[in-house]
């Protein structure tokens, strides 16, 4: 591909679709509302400005800025969705969703079960996180794990352009609650993709193969899917086929395309950002180990956070979450 080529070739980033997706989720279902705090324009569009221009063009009955309330946020955005409508409620942290997990788990995820099958809690709850500006320990955690283990919730993180149009598209469509992460160091980086048009979906449970190989299976997601990619690139170089696999959704996991890959490479990778003890790295071995017990060259190996709160001194937050360089070495182990 010539230098002019590459130029020409379209770069969007992860704040700009979701963005796009916003709008478009609004423009298309007038039963689409959006609640969180700052997010209408008198309060400048929301703390990353992905609703700049929402309550201008749709009206502040839509777009509503709130108190700094989580639990009111959630609890607001459930009673709206028994009305009818399909609310998205953001919480701006993820370590915030703490404070209104009483609404989550114990309300909007259990609503359809306790009504019978009565009942559905169409809402989306929009929250970030995510290493990289020294943020400490109560702003950066992905908790992802706590809400993968509550059943009537979906959890999916999008590490592309288009995957997060897709998704957040698809669990606003979702007739359940769908805990949506997205990362914050991620929002602004260009990257090679189309934006993609209003009829875009990514169905969730259903990871993506990002990249085919032989040898060795990495699963990630997220930011850390991000860095998988570096690592396979890397790897192709000392001549080792990696498969990379973007789980896209948290839970319901893809199961089918993991366990076939698996069985292909025989060797298999797990890595995410959040911490690695009781995390989604924990759950998929097992499963891998429980389906193909005998099968494997190697062990299942996880790479993941340190078991420590997210330090605020900068080489203490980049030594926390695996990188690139750490996770090609654990290719290369797994490949020896």
């Known amino acids: 591909m010539s230098a002019t080529e590459k130029q020409a070739k379209p770069t969007v980033t992860i704040l700009g679709a979701i963005a796009k997706a916003y709008h478009d989720a609004l423009a298309e279902d007038p039963k689409v509302i959006t609640l969180g705090e700052d997010l209408a324009d008198p309060e400048g569009g929301g703390i990353a400005k992905i609703t700049k221009g929402l309550s201008t063009a749709f009206g502040d009955d839509r777009v509503r800025s709130t108190p700094i309330s989580e639990q009111a946020i959630v609890g607001a955005a459930i009673g709206a969705s028994l009305a009818g409508y399909k609310p998205v409620a953001e919480i701006m942290l993820m370590n915030f969703t703490t404070v209104c997990m009483d609404m989550i788990v114990n309300h909007a995820a259990k609503l359809r079960f306790m009504s019978g099958g009565q009942t559905n809690v169409p809402i989306v709850i929009r929250t970030m996180t995510g290493l990289g500006f020294g943020s400490g320990g109560q702003h950066c955690d992905y908790l992802e794990s706590w809400f993968a283990h509550t059943a009537g919730i979906k959890v999916c993180a999008a590490s592309t352009p288009e995957d997060a149009y ?7 469509d979702d007739p359940d ?104 790295g924990a759950e998929i071995a097992a499963v891998i180990g429980e389906e193909l017990f005998g099968q494997l060259k190697k062990p299942v190996k996880r790479l993941g956070g340190t078991f420590s709160p997210v330090p605020y001194s900068r080489p203490l937050e980049s030594a926390f979450a695996p990188d690139a360089a750490a996770i090609l070495a654990a290719i290369t182990d797994l490949a020896s």
């Open 166 to 172: 897709g998704l957040l598209r698809s669990a606003i």
């Open 177 to 280: 609650p769908v805990i949506f992460i997205e990362n914050l160091p991620t929002y602004f980086a260009p990257m090679s993709f189309e934006m993609p048009d209003s009829s875009h979906r990514v169905p969730l449970g259903k990871a993506a193969i990002q990249r085919e190989g032989t040898d060795v299976t990495v699963v990630s997601y997220a930011r850390m899917a991000n860095e998988a990619r570096q690592a396979a690139a890397k790897a192709a170089d000392q001549g080792i086929s990696v498969e990379m696999i973007d789980l896209r959704t948290i839970a319901p996991w893809d199961r089918e395309t993991v366990l076939a890959s698996a069985r292909k490479t025989g060797r298999v990778l797990i890595v995410h950002e959040a911490v690695k003890q009781h995390g989604v």
